[in-house]
């Protein structure tokens, strides 16, 4: 059965969908919509269009699917997408897309810190982690279990790669390749996130393979091109290699070295 605190405003229109909870104080506008058993805890602003899957939390003073702040903005239809068992702490803000039709997405299970922010056109995967102050500007991709340490900036258009890790305060204006430390301001890559990788049943093998891929891509004498060349001759079979080289390869900023 949904609950609504009668001191929250909901636009006709919105669609709450069994077992959401509205605390005290909230507003949701039209074209939300909230999926099954999420929550906004007291002091939430959730703006449309906005579709919200299930079993979130919205913790106070969140801001949700407010119009991208990208000055190029003038009110065309653009979308916010979440999706299922994130949660979002104390002051988080999520902006909807800039262009007509484009959609700023988040994927499940995130953990959003207080005062972290998701600019427009972003896409952030499964599973992340942001702290406190952890920002991302607008068109950044963040991938599946990346964490983004407190008071960190990424600039447009970058990329965290899966399993990476951005230590605290640190700004990043180029693409973090998966499985890696970066840190710094500038950013420097540190080396293989390797505990993060143990936690994740990631095998012996493969974290000495990316050791190796590492120090071939930051601590040799070869460019970039020439390192990911030595890579894939030297370690061909892994996935861990392939992902790692195909975003390398695939990178329009470059990678931080």
């Known amino acids: 059965m949904t609950k609504i605190h009668p001191s ?50 919205f913790y106070p003073y969140c801001s949700i699917g407010q119009r991208s702040q ?26 909807r897309g ?3 039709g484009t959609k700023t997405i988040i994927g499940h299970h995130g953990n959003f810190l207080a005062y972290s922010h998701i600019a427009h056109d972003c896409t952030v995967g499964d599973h992340v982690i942001f702290s406190n102050n952890g920002t991302i500007a607008g068109h950044v991709t963040v ?4 964490i983004i340490g407190g008071l960190s900036g990424v600039h447009q258009f970058c990329r965290l790669g899966q399993h990476s890790i951005v230590g605290g305060c640190t700004k990043i204006v180029q693409d973090v390749p998966p499985y890696m430390i970066a840190d710094g301001n500038p950013a420097e ?14 095998v012996a093998e493969d974290t000495r393979t ?6 071939l891509l930051y601590r040799s004498n070869l460019n970039v091109k020439q390192a990911c060349e030595k890579i894939a001759s030297d370690f061909s079979g892994p996935d861990v290699i392939a992902r790692l080289l195909a975003f390398v390869e695939s990178s329009q900023r470059g990678i931080i070295r």
Do not use: M, W
Request: proline content about 6%; hydrophobic content about 35%.
């Open 8 to 57: 929250s405003v909901i636009d006709p229109s919105a669609i709450l969908h069994s077992d959401v909870e509205v605390g005290p104080f909230c507003h949701i506008g039209p074209q939300v919509e909230i999926g099954c058993g999420t929550r906004l805890i007291g002091h939430v602003s959730i703006a449309g269009p906005t579709r919200i899957g299930e079993g979130n939390v």
């Open 70 to 95: 990208d000055l190029k903005y003038t009110s065309e239809p653009t979308f916010l997408e979440i999706g299922n068992n994130n949660s979002f702490r104390e002051f988080c803000t999520v902006n």
């Open 98 to 100: 800039t262009l007509p």
């Open 143 to 146: 991938e599946d279990h990346v």
């Open 189 to 202: 890559v540190r080396g293989i996130n390797q505990v993060g990788l143990e936690r994740r049943g990631f």
């Open 210 to 215: 990316l050791r190796e891929a590492y120090r």
